[in-house]
Every structure is written in C-alpha cells, then in structure tokens.
C-alpha cells in the first residue's frame, strides 16, 4: 500500500458521508421508492418558468462566476444590496467556504447536539473543536448556544431557524433579542433554509449589512430546485468579500444560476407550493394522530413525530417503512431521535404513507 | 470596520478571481460579444441527448451523492473500476479537495511557469508553496517538472496533456518514460481537460490504479458541457477514497450527471463534435497564416496565435479584438504571452474573428 502524504489533518479524517442517499438504499433493497420523503426535497417541484429556463440554458458555457444576474435579482428581492450577497453550491457548499475561513486546529465552534451533520463535517474537515448544546424541548436554544460560545471563546456558533431536524422555531424578534447575548468576537451562523415555509416574522429582522450574521438560504426548500445546487449568503459586505479569497468561482452551474432566476420571479407558483407544502403538514400530522403518535409543530416542509418510545424504537418505525418502500429519516441523537422525519409529499405520496405507518407501527411494537 | 477572525491564512489570501468572466466584460462594455472564443468552452455544445436529459431531470431531488450510475458508466468507458473514480464539480472542484488533502501551510507543489492559474490559487489558499519551472519550446517540460520536485521535496507535481494555454502536447509514451524521473513521495496531477481532442496516444498509457498519478478528465471540453459542472478523477481506489474525507457529498447537480451518462453514450455526436473541433483549429490557423501570425499546433480545442512581438503587443491585439466584440484569451507569463488564445467556433464565429483580426493588428501595430 502506497503510503499518500495527506496531511495531518486529512489522514485523521474518516472517510464518511453526512447522509446516505436514496439512491443507495434503493440500490441496496433492489428497488425504487413509492415515496420519497427523507432528504426535505419539495416533491411540488421548481416553477415550470425555472424548468423552462434550465431546459434552454447554453449548458456548452460556464455559468458567469459573479452569478450577477441572480445576485441582482435577490438583492433586490430582499432589499439588500449586490455586496451583501454571495451565491454558492448549496447551502453546504457555503457552509464550507465559511468553515474554512474562520477554523483552524483547535478552533472552537459551537452547535446544538442533534443539528445539521454537514456543518459538523465542516469543522471536524478543518480541525474545529465542536461544543454542542442540547436542544430544550425539542426547541435550539439560542441562549444556551450564545453562553457556551462566549464559555469556550466560539469564533463561529451555529443555528438553524426553523430548525432541522425538528421543524421548530423561533419568533425573528425573540432570535434578535437573544443575540444581545452573542458574545462578541462570535459570528453567528443563522441556517435559514427553511424559513420560506414559516409563519411571517420567522426571519431574522436585523440589518443585512449586520456584522454578528451571516444568513443562509437556498433555492433547494420551497423553490423546489435541490438538484440544481443553488444556495446563498447575506451578510455585511466585508465577510461576503472574504467568500471570494476561497470560493471555486466557476463552481456555479449555469442551468442552476437561470433557473433560480425565473423560481424567484414566479411568485404565483412559489405561493402555491408554500400552500400545499402547508397542507401537506397538516395531513403528515394527521395521519400521525390517527396512528396514536404526537406530530410536532412544523415551520419546515417536514413533520418529526414523537413515535412515543426510545431512538431503537423509531428505528424500527423507520426500518419498517423504508422495507416498505418509504423513504423517511430520523434524528441521529437523542432525545430527538425518538422521533421520525417525514418531508412533506403529494396527496398520493402521503396516502402511501398512511398505508405504510400502521403496519410499520405494529411491527415495531413486536420489537 | 469589524474584524472578523479569519484564520491567519484566510487574512492573508487577496479576494481575487483567477479569471474574470465573459459575462463582466459584457457588463464593462455593455455590449453582448458577437463570438465567444475565451474560455474554451465548446461552442458545438453538449449531445442533443444529454440536453434532453439534463430538461427532463427532476430538479427537485438531490443528486446521487455517490453518483454511481455516472461512475459505473465511466469505468466501463475507461475500463477501470468504479473505485478509481470520483465524480465533482469539475476539474476546479476536484483540484481544490486535492490540495486540501495534501498541502499545508509551507508545504512545496511543483508546476509550470504559466500553466493553470485555478491550480495556483487553490494552492495559495491552502497555504503551499509553489515552485515553477519555465515552459520549454511553449511546451510543458515534465522532466524539469519532476527534476524541480526532487530538488523541492515536492508533495505534488501538476501537469496538463494537451497543454493549456499553448495547446501542445507530449505523447503518452513519452510522458510516462519521463515519469521513472518522478521522486517517489511526489504525486502527479495529470490534467486531461483536452485529452479528447488530441491525437490518439496522448492519453498516459498507465494502470489506472497507478499510484503514482491522479488523472483529471472534464465533461466541460469535447462534451460541451461546461455550464454543467461535471468532472472526475481517476486513480488509486485508496486515493480516490480520500476524496471522500472532505468532498461536498451533495455538491453535484443532478442534470449534470443525468446529461453527462447521455454524453459519454453518444459517441456518434462526440465524434462529430471532435472533427468540427478539428475543422476549427485548421481555421484559425489559416486565418492567423493570412495575417502574417504563426498559429502553434494544438491538439486542444483552441490554437494559440504567436502575435510575432512581446507581451504588450499581444495585449493590444488582444484588445483591439474584444473592443470589436470578439471575445478571446492570452497566456499570463512570458515568453508564452505573446501569443493570443482563441478557442475553437463556429465557421460564423471564425468569420467575425477573420474579420476582426486584421483591424486589431492593424491597431496594435500603431501601438
């Protein structure tokens, strides 16, 4: 065996993926899911204006590296300026970027135990030192995260809102008032993936230009383009500037960059999905209640259930509906991972669903 | 000014690109270009079966993290096995995780004075130092490359076959006779970008397992997909398994790993596409012979024009020809920047370059 002069770092490192896709399950049970409602795609899909708009792309050209066009067009959707607005190859692709800015070896970062893995990833790929905080009440605790950061000198702390993966939130203001305990010299990293699906007054309301944030959004959640690898950044321009130092410029698909134009100019569809993305909790937390379990209270396109036992006992749950040709995920820690995750689906996807839960149910209980 | 607590490395890298777009000349000028012959993008595009594949990809799924079908159609093509490859967001994409896994601050990387600038910056921002070697006849000159790495002890040695910006090449053979040259600790990054358009035996006549080489290949080039993003590495299944330690697993767009399986399985438009290739690098060579310049042979999909004078000289031709629309590149480095780069178009494109050449020489002349 050739010994490969990797560094340090990178020979410590396990060779792991944050998530399996569905794709290798499917590979491995030799056969094609009826529902796929485990990765919080939005099965309602992109605007027919963003599909149209991917389709004739002139895919032989690079995507333009400034992505102006698109940067253009959220700055102004926003109210923000150009400057305050980096876009990238998802939000993990950005979560990447601001990792490798800010951690060397030793570096402290904190998050919630039970928070999104990939940024975990991050920081173990840069040799951060990760502080985690639990979750209270199935809620992250913004103010706990803000003390452990100034306990261990946090340069980065972490926070998704609404949350992954158990679709709570909280209010924008409440959020604001709580980072009067964000100690200074942390930045705060506000994963806002899914709040295109919250209640208004979900969204942080401070300044974009605010020196303490950086926010996350992505095109994968509401608009319905996952596959197209188009998530952004806004923060003060200073930080949006140091993205530039690091950033694979030319890393932007050019079907992505056009397609997520014509998504965020189609506000009718965008509004329609948020409507069915809507009703779709509400019958994920129906079906659940017919089953005798405890839906959360969502703000994301997704419901975690409270399958009302331990983590081996959602495992089975989610064991029995995955044999059943239903993709879900669970939370990896507990006490979260009492629960099961379930992305909102269609009518149809749902009812496979519904027909799936007893039957896994009952064969969990037999253990 | 807050200041942000970038790790030291990151304060010091500029906020630079390695290559401004064709897009923000557009904007600069704001005129559209009448032929886009820069970037060596492939202006014949993509098959009419990858870009029906890439419209009809459900956008809102995440890509197969693993991409397999894309790797097993790739190691059958290549006769390799699906271990020696790894998929990314292009060759950019897969140079940056290169040198994240082997360089560290101080560390020595090897290349040629002139050669791919995107290379140099993701060794800069790693933190590498980097050792440069003249270029040889405007070829590359892989046994001063692998002489410069013993001297250096360095950890990676990169060299692209064909060349870029000159368009020259070594044979296979000679390149891995040149190879017993290589110092044992020293990895080569062999850049195929352009291998497809050059003469048969161009390619490293090597075992893909090879240890002693990372091979990079695009479907940017010849498959005319560079909007896409999709390249890939070949190599030591135990190196290619380091990728995964620090690669964005669900960085790639699922159209382009849908449209790419379509590429590489129409081999009767690939073909087609090379020989229009062909076509063209005759063409601007002709037309470069009848402005009294000296076209270099090229076995990529561009031909570099020696200008006949200095790096200035070029410059102003170079100007005079983008002011007229005609949108093309130069090398960075001397003695190879006298030349201009112009990159393989359509008989329209080449006419508006015919036209445009004699005025821009006429007016660079005038100094």
Redesign the interface.
């Known amino acids: 065996?050739?010994q490969?002069?990797?560094?340090?770092?990178?020979q410590s490192?396990?060779?792991?993926?944050?998530?399996?896709?569905p794709?290798?399950q499917e590979?491995q049970l030799d056969r094609v899911f009826d529902a796929?409602l485990g990765?919080n795609?939005?099965?309602?899909?992109?605007s027919p204006r963003?599909?149209a708009a991917?389709?004739d792309?002139?895919?032989?050209?690079?995507?333009?590296?400034?992505s102006?066009d698109l940067r253009a067009a959220l700055a102004a959707h926003h109210g923000a300026d150009m400057g305050n607005i980096v876009v990238g190859?998802?939000i993990?692709?950005l979560l990447?970027y601001m990792v490798?800015?800010?951690?060397?070896k030793g570096?402290a970062i904190v998050t919630s135990d039970g928070a999104y893995p990939?940024f975990n990833y991050h920081v173990a790929?840069f040799g951060g030192t990760l502080h985690k905080v639990p979750y209270k009440d199935d809620h992250e605790n913004p103010e706990a995260l803000f003390a452990k950061a100034a306990e261990v000198d946090a340069?980065l702390v972490y926070l998704a809102n609404p949350d992954n993966p158990m679709g709570t939130w909280h209010t924008g203001a409440a959020l604001a008032r709580a980072m009067n305990l964000l100690p200074q010299?942390t930045?705060l990293i506000l994963d806002e993936a899914y709040v295109d699906t919250a209640p208004e007054g979900t969204a942080l309301p401070l300044d974009w230009s605010d020196?303490r944030v950086v926010r996350m959004r992505t095109f994968?959640k509401a608009y319905?383009?996952?596959?197209?690898?188009v998530g952004y950044a806004i923060g003060?321009p200073?930080?949006i500037?140091?993205f530039?130092?690091?950033r694979?410029?030319?890393?932007?698909?050019?079907?992505?960059q056009e397609?997520a134009l014509e998504a965020l100019a189609d506000t009718v569809w965008h509004r329609d999905v948020v409507a069915k993305i809507d009703a779709a909790r509400q019958r994920i937390a129906e079906i659940a209640r017919q089953n005798g379990l405890a839906p959360l209270p969502s703000a994301a396109n997704f419901v975690a259930i409270d399958c009302g036992a331990d983590g081996a006992f959602a495992k089975r749950v989610l064991d029995g509906l995955i044999t059943r040709g239903i993709f879900v995920r669970m939370p990896f820690v507990a006490p979260q991972n009492r629960c099961i995750r379930v992305s909102c689906g269609t009518p149809e996807n749902l009812d496979a669903f519904a027909a799936a839960l007893p039957e896994a149910l009952r064969d969990a209980k037999r253990g």
């Not at 490969?4 to 990178?10: C, D, F, K």
């Not at 490798?100 to 060397?104: A, D, G, I």
């Not at 694979?248 to 992505?256: E, I, S, V």
């Open positions: 065996m050739t490969y002069r990797l560094t340090p770092l990178a490192l396990p060779a792991t993926v944050p998530f399996v896709g794709e290798a590979r796929r990765a795609e939005n099965v309602f899909g992109p963003a599909i991917m389709a792309t002139g895919h032989w050209m690079y995507g333009d590296p400034e102006f190859e998802g993990d692709g990447g490798r800015l800010f951690v060397e570096d990939t790929g340069k010299g930045l020196p994968s319905g383009m996952a596959g197209a690898r003060a200073e930080l500037t140091a530039h130092k690091v694979n410029h030319f890393g932007m698909n050019r079907a992505g397609g």
